[in-house]
């Protein structure tokens, strides 16, 4: 009885083992996807050009609400201004 | 005396004792707070600058046809006046940073930047100043020139005018591109941890609070609370890497997947679980954001806008949650309005107000977020790619991509792929849609509680005043804190005017509410990962039904966005297209 116990915690103790390496190797692949991965995939599907515009003008395309864009603060001024202030043309549209 | 209390402190008791109302209890603090810090402390000279620019762009256009040197710089000093500029609010926004954008070669700047490393990167970035001041310096030269000549000719010479305007905006260009290589010049030192620390422990006191008043044991909760935290510091850093920004792979998705992979391998401790508080942290969120949903707003493109956004988008929502129960018959009905959502209004921030509106389950939130930012991802490059291809009008393309693309962000950087006009076009469309999510998640709340709920329910027969208190029971209370805090500051931003409030809510507690929203977003996506079974999500995506239902609402709302846009922007208003391209 004793070394069945003993093989079923050995067992325990290797399958927790397991779970905590797959868990581990699992952020080692995500952090690779996302630096090595992720540029990659931007070449590998044509994407490249377009997401180094993006990096530059340092634009967070994920953002998923406009008070969290950081673009918006210069952009909603320049739309309101334009027309309002419209040169040389008539008001009558807005 | 004492019966009357007794029975007074047992009505309102429920008010200290739901999560519903911790969350408008919580979002009233900081909301309170925030205008307190923004409202008390406008910038200086605020009032002047911005009466003399908006003076001056009076003056040059009616001087001129074209928007002059002088209009820019009105402009870009009136943009500059933000109340997130103040002392008093560096003092609180520094508090609230999230990790930075990092690169593959330096995943610690992230976090930290050395004095010597910010001198390093200040030194690299010199020469490209130098050369981007010097090309500012010339750009204006020439600029000055030709405005002169055109001035010269009483702004009556078309060929003058023309040059002046090419040369003009060869200038702002220039100062754009010096504005940019300055910052990197001016690159200060931080280290993000030693911020991140006192928020973790507001937050958690801040969330402690009510959970001690709901009946939880707050010591459990502090314990717990740092390990959430540490999962959302972890997701906000692989979402700052520069190509996962590109791809629009923020901290939503990363917080989910690391808590499913901890959930899904080890399993998450036990004593984690008592901080996994997926919906109080959503709900206090979702308040903050309700004052951030300015109804002032939707006439800042004029009345197209409100056809593509407002008058477009109901009609795409209302359509495809119809298509999804009739022909694509989803299993789940909240999964199927949350993916409505989330495809017709504006990606997760209509999928988790019309969650948690429905009360939808959390596993349905998660895959309809995934499915928007798989194809958001993708959305933003092709939409442009076919805008140029085709040869689109920029205002059109830019209308089209803003009432298309589900996130902000993804918009913005479609509009950039564009040019000015389209990003600016696109940017203010998705704004305005935007906005819809107030009244949206009101009418899924109010749609659920009187219909869908009344179906499940047995149908007895009620009298009016239970069937009303059944309703009332139903409705999530936590959207009164929601719809009440866009109506609050949607009448102070009125009050203010909106240069005023451009500059004091806009750029002050719009900014400070997003830095705080971010982080409860944050730990409530986290909770969502560490408390999910990944096996559960084979049932909610059964024969893919919830991918098809999002590709067809998608190309419906592709085909009616484009119409009404032609329709709305080149035939019925071409005036304000004409505005827009200047």
Not at chain 2, 119 to 134: D, I, L, P, R
Not at chain 2, 249 to 270: C, D, E, Q, R
Not at chain 2, 457 to 485: C, H, Q, Y
Request: proline content about 3%; charged content about 15%; some cysteine.
């Amino acid at each position: 009885m004793y070394a069945i116990r003993e093989l079923f915690t050995i067992q325990t103790n290797r399958f927790k083992l397991n779970k905590s390496v797959l868990l581990s190797l699992s952020l080692v692949v995500l952090y690779l996807f996302v630096t090595v991965g992720l540029p990659s995939l931007s070449k590998l599907v044509g994407f490249y050009e377009y997401h180094q515009v993006i990096i530059e003008e340092k634009i967070d395309a994920g953002e998923w609400y406009y008070i969290f864009v950081e673009q918006i603060r210069e952009i909603e001024p320049r739309v309101t201004h334009s027309l309002q202030y419209a040169p040389g043309m008539e008001k009558a549209d807005k | 005396m004492s019966i009357p209390t007794s029975n007074t402190k047992s009505k309102f008791s429920f008010l200290l004792k739901f999560e519903d109302y911790w969350a408008i209890w919580l979002g009233a603090i900081i909301l309170i707070f925030s205008m307190f810090v923004y409202f008390g402390n406008p910038p200086a000279n605020m009032s002047k600058i911005i009466a003399e620019s908006n003076a001056t762009m009076q003056v040059e256009s009616e001087r001129a046809p074209f928007k002059t040197m002088a209009w820019f710089d009105a402009n870009a000093a009136k943009t500059k006046v933000k109340g997130s500029s103040t002392p008093a609010a560096k003092a609180v926004t520094k508090y609230l940073a999230v990790p930075a954008t990092w690169s593959s070669d330096n995943p610690l700047k992230s976090f930290f930047l050395s004095e010597s490393g910010a001198k390093a990167q200040g030194t690299a970035s010199a020469e490209k100043y130098t050369k981007a001041k010097a090309a500012t310096a010339e750009a204006k030269g020439v600029a000055v020139g030709a405005e002169t000549a055109a001035s010269g000719a009483s702004f009556k010479d078309a060929e003058l005018n023309a040059q002046a305007k090419i040369q003009i905006a060869a200038l702002q260009e220039a100062k754009a591109g010096e504005a940019k290589a300055k910052s990197a010049v001016e690159a200060k030192p931080y280290n993000h941890l030693v911020t991140m620390i006192p928020l973790m422990l507001a937050m958690a006191l801040l969330f402690g609070l009510g959970l001690h008043f709901m009946g939880f044991s707050v010591g459990k909760f502090l314990i717990a609370f740092p390990a959430v935290f540490i999962f959302a510091t972890l997701a906000f850093f692989i979402g700052s890497h520069e190509f996962a920004k590109a791809w629009g792979l923020n901290y939503v998705m990363w917080a989910i997947i690391l808590g499913f992979l901890v959930s899904n391998t080890v399993g998450t401790p036990k004593w984690i679980m008592p901080a996994v508080q997926t919906e109080y942290y959503i709900k206090t969120g979702l308040v903050l954001l309700g004052a951030t949903i300015l109804m002032n707003k939707i006439l800042l493109i004029g009345v197209p806008g409100i056809f593509v956004t407002w008058i477009v988008t109901p009609i795409v929502l209302i359509t495809t949650f119809w298509f999804g129960q009739k022909v694509v018959k989803m299993e789940s009905k909240t999964l199927n309005i949350v993916i409505s959502a989330d495809m017709s209004v504006s990606g997760v921030s209509a999928a988790l107000s019309a969650a948690a509106a429905c009360k939808a389950k959390k596993e349905e939130l998660t895959l309809a977020i995934g499915l928007s930012i798989m194809f958001t991802a993708v959305m933003m490059v092709v939409m442009p790619m076919v805008v140029k291809s085709i040869g689109l009008n920029p205002v059109l393309g830019g209308a089209w991509i803003g009432g298309t693309v589900d996130s902000t962000g993804a918009v913005v950087a479609a509009g950039e792929i564009l040019g000015p006009v389209a990003r600016d076009v696109a940017a203010t469309i998705k704004m305005i849609q935007n906005i819809l999510i107030g009244l949206m998640a009101f009418g899924i709340a109010a749609y659920w509680a009187l219909v869908v709920e009344v179906d499940k329910s047995n149908k007895a027969d009620l009298s009016f005043s239970t069937a009303m208190r059944e309703v009332w029971n139903r409705f999530p209370k936590f959207v009164i804190g929601f719809i009440g805090a866009s109506i609050v500051f949607t009448i102070i931003y009125s009050g203010m005017g909106a240069d005023n409030a451009n500059v004091l809510i806009d750029n002050g507690t719009s900014s400070f509410l997003g830095s705080l929203q971010k982080w409860f977003f944050a730990l409530a996506f986290a909770s969502i990962g560490l408390s999910t079974n990944f096996r559960e999500f084979g049932k909610y995506f059964k024969g893919g039904k919830p991918a098809i239902l999002y590709i067809c609402g998608q190309s419906f709302n592709i085909a009616l966005t484009f119409a009404v846009a032609y329709i709305m922007f080149m035939k019925v208003f071409p005036g304000i297209t004409e505005k827009l391209l200047q």
